[in-house]
Structure formats: structure tokens, C-alpha cells
């Protein structure tokens, strides 16, 4: 069992900042693969972000590239994503998940978080 807390979120202007975090408890998080999911109002779940075991390779979906980085510390059981160049349109909520193995960009993960919300005001 993997428990999963995100932080982070909250109101920014468009072109601000903001670094959600991931903390995971329970088994191995070293072994699980991450990723951070997001949801906008009447939008299905979309993949964002996500690192392998190791935080060797990373990948993002096409317009995040450039603004967000997923990174992990495995010391602390930890799974960030850092947003810069917020825009209006990555209002939504963002989810932390897990899966064994390798990084996948759908939604077969295990374990999910209860999201954190992110508003970016024009």
C-alpha cells in the first residue's frame, strides 16, 4: 500500500511560479514509478509529468515541455513538479500517482492522491 499527499497548489497570476509536491508513505517509493496527472473543469484526467525509479528519464506531455519539471528524492519520499510560466489554462487539479515499473503517459497507476488545486488568474 502507497499512500500519496500532495501540496503545493493554490491562486497565482499567469507567468508565476509554483512547486507541487508529492510525499509518498508506505512501501518502497525508490521502486515505483511517478507522475503527475491534472484535470481541468468538464476535461478528462490528462497525463503531465512523469520520472522513473531512478529519476534517470523523465517525460512530459507536449504543452508542458519547456515550463514544468518532475523531479524526485527518494531520500524523502518525494515527487515534485515545478511549474513556471503559469497560464490560465493549467487551471486545474493535479494529481500525484504511482505504478510499479516504467513511466506510462495513460492512467494505469495504482495509487493516486486527492489532488491539489492549481488556479491561474489572467
Known amino acids: 500500500q502507497v499512500q500519496l499527499v500532495e501540496s503545493g497548489g493554490g491562486l497565482v497570476q499567469a507567468g508565476g511560479s509554483l512547486r507541487l509536491s508529492c510525499a509518498a508513505s508506505?512501501?518502497?517509493?525508490?521502486?515505483?514509478?511517478m507522475a503527475w496527472f491534472r484535470q481541468a473543469p468538464g476535461k478528462e484526467r490528462e497525463f503531465v509529468a512523469g520520472?522513473?525509479?531512478?529519476?534517470?528519464?523523465?517525460y512530459y506531455t507536449d504543452s508542458v515541455k519547456g515550463r514544468f519539471t518532475i523531479s524526485r528524492d527518494n531520500a524523502k519520499n518525494t515527487v515534485y513538479l515545478q511549474i513556471n510560466t503559469l497560464k490560465p489554462e493549467d487551471t486545474a487539479v493535479y494529481y500525484c500517482a504511482a505504478r510499479r515499473g516504467t513511466v506510462v503517459t495513460f492512467d494505469a497507476y495504482f495509487y493516486w492522491g486527492q489532488g491539489t488545486q492549481v488556479t491561474v488568474s489572467s
Open positions: 520520472i522513473s525509479t531512478s529519476g534517470g528519464s523523465t
Open positions: 508506505g512501501r518502497t517509493f525508490s521502486g515505483y514509478a
